[in-house]
């Protein structure tokens, strides 16, 4: 579950994949311990609450780490590891607007984003990447673009819990809640990994509530 990443920035996740190679973000592990833990906000409200100087930091390392894929992307243009590096830059970017309440800078970051992950997995099949691109879409609004990337993901592995997890989260965010309750029952059950059950069944609760 990636329980290392619990209490890391987002931006700080980022830097870190830059300098291992890329790392994968760990969708569950942030997803889950932010419901699980009592009392915990989420990311963007922490941000949008954060001083005015440590917000304009933090844009300022992330548009540092923009440039800086701007300028290897031009001297390797078809590097896998370039394009999702620079990918997962430009979609914190995009989350770090959204969160900031400019929309229009937000989605143009997200929509990049999709673009670079989308030229990799041209190239190449790989399913966290894939996850990646779905979170990408969901995160800009983008629902059926989103379900596309899950449903490719969960045909090639149906038990690919990660994915299971994204697309519940995905259906409540389109507010289908009967959808969502069917894919949380299912996560709650016995036999699943407990932080996941766990999790599940608080969602399935949660979802309950609503219909």
């Given at each position: 579950?990636?329980?290392?990443?619990?209490?890391?920035?987002?931006?700080?996740?980022?830097?870190?994949?830059?300098?291992?190679?890329?790392?994968?973000?760990?969708?569950?592990?942030?997803?889950?311990?932010?419901?699980?833990?009592?009392?915990?906000?989420?990311?963007?409200?922490?941000?949008?609450?954060?001083?005015?100087?440590?917000?304009?930091?933090?844009?300022?390392?992330?548009?540092?780490l923009l440039a800086r894929y701007e300028a290897m992307q031009k001297e390797r243009p078809e590097d896998p590891a370039v394009l999702t590096g620079f990918a997962r830059v430009e979609a914190e970017l995009g989350r770090f607007y959204l969160e900031q309440g400019r929309q229009e800078e937000g989605r143009e970051f997200y929509r990049r984003a999709a673009g670079h992950f989308?030229?990799?997995?041209?190239?190449?099949?790989?399913?966290?990447?894939?996850?990646?691109?779905?979170?990408?879409?969901?995160?800009?609004?983008?629902?059926?673009?989103?379900?596309?990337?899950?449903?490719?993901?969960?045909?090639?592995?149906?038990?690919?819990?990660?994915?299971?997890?994204?697309?519940?989260?995905?259906?409540?965010?389109?507010?289908?809640?009967?959808?969502?309750?069917?894919?949380?029952?299912?996560?709650?059950?016995?036999?699943?990994?407990?932080?996941?059950?766990?999790?599940?069944?608080?969602?399935?609760?949660?979802?309950?509530?609503?219909?």
């Amino acid at each position: 579950m990636l329980r290392i990443f619990r209490e890391r920035r987002l931006l700080a996740r980022v830097v870190l994949g830059v300098l291992v190679g890329m790392l994968a973000l760990g969708l569950i592990g942030s997803t889950v311990a932010w419901y699980l833990e009592p009392g915990r906000s989420p990311s963007g409200s922490s941000r949008r609450d954060a001083p005015e100087a440590e917000q304009q930091s933090e844009e300022a390392e992330l548009r540092l780490l923009l440039a800086r894929y701007e300028a290897m992307q031009k001297e390797r243009p078809e590097d896998p590891a370039v394009l999702t590096g620079f990918a997962r830059v430009e979609a914190e970017l995009g989350r770090f607007y959204l969160e900031q309440g400019r929309q229009e800078e937000g989605r143009e970051f997200y929509r990049r984003a999709a673009g670079h992950f989308e030229a990799v997995l041209a190239r190449q099949e790989d399913a966290s990447l894939r996850l990646e691109l779905a979170e990408v879409y969901q995160a800009a609004g983008s629902f059926e673009q989103a379900e596309e990337q899950l449903r490719k993901v969960l045909a090639k592995d149906p038990d690919n819990v990660q994915a299971q997890v994204q697309r519940g989260l995905l259906r409540e965010a389109r507010q289908d809640w009967l959808g969502a309750a069917e894919i949380w029952q299912a996560l709650a059950r016995e036999g699943t990994d407990p932080t996941v059950r766990e999790f599940a069944r608080a969602r399935l609760k949660a979802v309950r509530e609503k219909m």
